[in-house]
């Protein structure tokens, strides 16, 4: 795997998904031939620290990412007071779908491979997602995710190679992963991360989570001439 002395630059973006506008941060490093787009767990967005450090860990290898706030202003101060937003997993699969061919779109983008990131309830839309696209999601990654909020269905139909990462303390998300790893078709690795619990805030475990992703994605994204 590659490690470019510059990761590229922070460039805000819109993102249009039905009468919404969502705002992200797209980082394309020079030559980018794949993108990450993240999906965020309930009560997060773009700027999660850490869905950030994996992103840089990402850049780092060479390959572009894109974060964006699932959810609106509005949306996310109703959902602070109610949390009636941070586990509609339709919407937030759709907002996935919509930046997707956002992404597609984009005329330095156009040839790029995409995946998906997602984290805890993001997980499920981001496997939701990839399974309606089929062949235009060439890798997903899930950290401490809720597969099973995605459904079994769903996950079967998936057809991009996918990792689960999940916190060896986290025994009931633990457990929703094996089932999905078991039902998924695709390539797929089930990895735990020793003593982490469901947000990884222990020390050195998240940054596990980035070097696997960051090695799942150059597997799966990136040419075999960028992957050394």
């Keep these: 795997m590659r490690n470019p002395t510059h990761s590229g630059t922070a460039h805000e973006v819109r993102i249009p998904s039905g009468d919404a506008w969502l705002h992200g941060d797209l980082v394309l490093p020079p ?20 869905n950030r450090l994996v992103a840089q860990r990402l850049q780092e290898a060479g390959i572009g990412t894109l974060l964006f706030d699932m959810l609106t202003a509005q949306e996310d101060q109703v959902d602070t007071q109610t949390r009636e937003h941070r586990f509609d ?26 995946g998906y990131f997602g984290a805890s309830t993001g997980s499920a839309a981001a ?9 235009r999601i060439a890798a997903v990654v899930s950290r401490g995710g809720r597969p099973d909020l995605a459904g ?36 797929s690795r ?3 991360v020793p003593g982490a619990s469901h947000l990884f805030e222990e020390p050195g475990t998240l940054d596990q989570v980035a070097k696997v992703a960051a090695l799942w994605f150059s597997a799966y994204l990136l040419p075999v001439e960028q992957q050394a």
Excluded at 89 to 114: F, G, K, Y
Excluded at 162 to 184: M, R, S, W, Y
């Design 31 to 50: 030559g980018a031939a794949a993108l990450v787009l993240f999906a965020h767990g309930g009560g997060s967005g773009r700027h999660s620290a850490r």
């Design 152 to 187: 079994s269905a769903a996950v079967a139909a998936v057809t991009a190679p996918t990792l689960f990462i999940v916190g060896g303390a986290d025994p009931a998300v633990l457990e929703v992963n094996k089932q999905a790893h078991a039902q998924l078709q695709a390539p």
């Design 127 to 135: 496997l939701i997602a990839a399974a309606r696209l089929g062949d």
């Design 190 to 192: 089930l990895v735990i």
């Design 89 to 114: 997993i339709p919407l937030m699969t759709r907002r996935m779908q919509d930046a997707t061919t956002w992404a597609e779109s984009q005329p330095e983008l156009h040839n790029a491979c995409l």
